[in-house]
């Protein structure tokens, strides 16, 4: 069952997605050469402590951390720990969330650690994010589930290749319905497969996660013994970029974007619901 958020509820999971882009913001100016990635887990906690909120991914299944650090070739659920320092040339991606009066946010953002990054790793985030924006471009009454994954595919398809010979879209993760819990019905891919139908209608008061992860290499990936840190089989680096939306009768809302995706959505002539926190 996809679960249908009332404008009062979606207030709410307002409030939860500008406390997750605070955690963002905070952690990364925190994102600096000679950081760990539990500094930055420590960075969130007190953001969340700050906003009266709570964390969605501590103790979630059991994992140990408020945020997910997954660094270079980690693609997601990086565990933040003492021995991983990050070090100039380093990419992270930080998934965070919160809980606000029990509604969930949940996104997360690459971020270049110091300087001497290949283009190509500029490249990688830049298409990753944009796929994004696609697909939450595609978030619209009448479309369907299947419009949001073929909007993200289509954006990475249509780039230049990298030097590495094709973009990966990571196959065993996608982004997923969010509300009065983290992960929810629907599941959603960021690749068409026409195996699994067209889904869902997109109607008022759904909300979804759309976060593609793309590599540089493989669309594969594996799980360490630690059975959660996530890398690619053949150690290509990986982006991830993700936002929580709802849509609403007028429009969508970018719950987890401080400007609720107002300046990215109008380049595709898009107008947001207003801000229900305004």
């Known amino acids: 069952m996809v679960e249908i958020k009332t404008p009062e509820q979606i207030a709410k999971m307002r409030a939860a997605g500008l406390v997750v882009a605070a955690m963002h913001a905070a952690c990364r ?9 539990k500094d930055l887990d420590e960075v969130a906690a007190k953001v969340l402590a700050d906003h009266g909120a709570k964390p969605n991914f501590l103790g979630y299944g059991g994992f140990p951390g408020n945020i ?17 320092v990050l070090k100039s040339g380093d990419i992270i991606s930080i998934d965070a969330g919160a809980i606000v009066d029990g509604w969930h946010g949940d996104a997360a953002i690459t971020v270049f650690v110091g300087e001497g990054h290949a283009p190509e790793l500029h490249e990688l985030s830049r298409v990753t994010e944009e796929s994004m924006w696609a ?16 909007a993200i595919e ?15 879209i990571i196959e065993d993760y996608g982004g997923h319905g969010i509300g009065s819990q983290m992960h929810m019905d629907p599941h959603l ?8 139908g067209r889904g869902p209608k997109l109607v008022p008061g759904m909300c ?4 593609p ?22 150690g290509s680096w990986a982006c991830h ?4 939306v709802a849509l609403t009768e007028q429009g969508p809302l970018v719950l987890t974007a401080p400007d609720g995706g107002r300046a990215k959505l109008a380049e595709y002539g898009i107008t947001t619901a207003p801000d229900p926190l305004d």
Do not use: F
Request: charged share 30%; with cysteine.
């Open 29 to 37: 100016k925190a994102a600096v050469p000679g950081a760990t990635t």
């Open 68 to 84: 997910c650090t997954s660094v270079n070739d980690v693609v997601v659920h990086g565990i933040p720990d003492r021995e991983t």
């Open 135 to 150: 697909g939450i471009a595609a978030m619209r009454k009448g479309n369907r589930l299947v419009d949001v994954s073929k």
């Open 154 to 168: 289509g954006y990475i398809r249509r780039q230049p290749r990298p030097a590495s010979g094709r973009y990966g």
């Open 189 to 196: 891919l960021n690749y068409v497969d026409r195996r699994r």
């Open 208 to 211: 979804l996660a759309i976060e």
């Open 213 to 234: 992860m793309v590599s540089l290499g493989t669309a594969r990936t594996h799980v360490l013994e630690d059975e959660w840190t996530v890398k690619t089989d053949d």
């Open 241 to 244: 970029w993700e936002h929580s």
